[in-house]
C-alpha cells in the first residue's frame, strides 16, 4: 500500500467490534459517511482472536472510538473484564458499549451501572431497538457527543488508483493527472511545479473527474497550494455553476458510494495485513506498519 499507510491511519474513526447486523446493517456506514463519520465494522471470525484484533487497532488507529455488541457470543471474552482491562490499558480510549433492548428497566440501569461508572467509559451504553429503522439516529446521536467526526468537516478518501482529474490550464492545454484525495467537499492533486500557474482562490471551471469508475464534472476553487517534495500539491474547493459551495447534488449523491468503497477498501485492507501478520506469528508483537509495504 506504500505511502498512503501513513494517511489512512490518519482522522478519527468508529469501530464497531462484533456487531448484530441485524440490527446495524452495513448501509448505515455510508450513510454516516455523509455526516462525517467514519466507521467499520470488525466482526468476530475463526482466524484471529478478536482480543487481538482489537489491540491492534487501538495500537495503530490512535484516534479511534471503538463500540462493543456485549451480546455478542465470543467464548473467550467476558465483556466486563474484558473492556475494563482495556480501559486501564488504554486510559485515553473512547469505549462504548452496545446491548440489545432490555425488558425491564432495572437491567438496563445496572448495565450502565456497571459500564459507565464501576469500569468508567466515556463513549455511553446504546440500547438497541428490535426495528433497526430506529438504531440509526439513536447511533448518531452518539457519535456526535463523542466528537466522531474529528477535526475534519468531511471525511476524505485516500486515492490509490482510479482516481484522475482532466482541466485546462490558462494556455489551454489539458492537464491531467491523478487524484491524492477526495471528499464531497474537496479535493487535491500534486503536480509539476511548473504545470499549472493559479491565484490564490481563482475559480476552474468544468474539471473532469473519474473516480473508480464514477465520471462527473465540477468547477472548483482554488483553496490552498504549497510546495511538497514531490512538486506543487494544490488543494481545490467544489463549487456549483450557480457559484454555490459544493458539489452539484446529482454528483454529490453518486459520489458518496464511491468514497465509501475506496475508504472501506484501504481501512479493510490494511487490517486484513495486519491480521494476516499477527495470525502468522501469534505470540510475537503486533508487525510494525513498514513491514506490510
Not at 499507510?5 to 454516516?32: C, Q, W
Not at 487481538?52 to 455488541?69: A, G, Q
Not at 482529474?165 to 509539476?192: E, R, V
Amino acid at each position: 500500500m506504500g505511502n498512503i499507510v501513513d494517511e489512512i491511519i490518519k482522522g478519527r474513526k468508529v469501530f464497531f467490534i462484533a456487531p448484530d447486523h441485524s440490527l446495524l446493517p452495513e448501509n448505515y456506514l455510508e450513510e454516516y459517511l455523509t455526516l462525517g463519520y467514519e466507521c467499520y465494522f470488525i466482526d468476530n471470525d475463526i482466524f484471529l482472536p478478536m482480543e487481538t484484533k482489537v489491540e491492534i487497532i487501538l495500537s495503530i488507529f490512535k484516534d479511534s472510538i471503538l463500540f462493543f455488541n456485549i451480546d455478542a457470543p465470543i467464548s473467550t471474552i467476558k465483556w466486563p473484564s474484558f473492556i475494563l482491562n482495556l480501559q486501564m490499558k488504554y486510559p485515553e480510549a473512547i469505549f462504548g458499549v452496545l446491548y440489545n433492548k432490555r425488558q425491564s428497566v432495572p437491567e438496563r440501569q445496572g448495565i450502565e451501572r456497571q459500564f459507565l461508572y464501576t469500569i468508567g467509559i466515556k463513549g455511553g451504553c446504546i440500547q438497541l431497538e428490535y426495528q433497526k429503522k430506529n438504531n440509526f439516529g439513536l447511533i448518531e446521536k452518539t457519535l456526535y457527543a463523542n466528537q466522531a467526526m474529528g477535526r475534519r468537516k468531511n471525511v476524505r478518501a485516500v486515492c490509490s488508483s482510479g482516481c484522475t482529474f482532466q482541466l485546462y490550464n490558462d494556455k489551454k492545454d489539458i492537464i491531467t493527472g491523478k487524484l491524492n484525495d477526495i471528499s464531497i467537499s474537496h479535493f487535491s492533486f500534486t503536480l509539476d511545479p511548473n504545470a499549472l500557474s493559479l491565484a490564490e482562490y481563482e475559480k476552474v471551471p468544468d474539471i473532469a473527474f473519474s473516480v473508480r469508475g464514477l465520471h462527473f464534472r465540477s468547477d472548483a476553487v482554488l483553496y490552498m497550494m504549497r510546495e511538497t517534495d514531490l512538486g506543487t500539491l494544490f488543494v481545490f474547493a467544489f463549487t456549483t455553476g450557480a457559484g454555490q459551495s459544493g458539489l452539484e447534488s446529482a454528483s454529490r449523491q453518486l459520489l458518496i458510494p464511491k468514497l465509501y468503497e475506496i475508504m472501506s477498501s484501504n481501512c479493510n485492507e490494511l487490517l486484513s495485513k495486519l491480521f494476516k501478520a499477527a495470525g502468522q506469528k501469534r505470540d510475537s508483537e503486533i508487525p510494525e506498519l513498514g513491514s506490510l509495504d
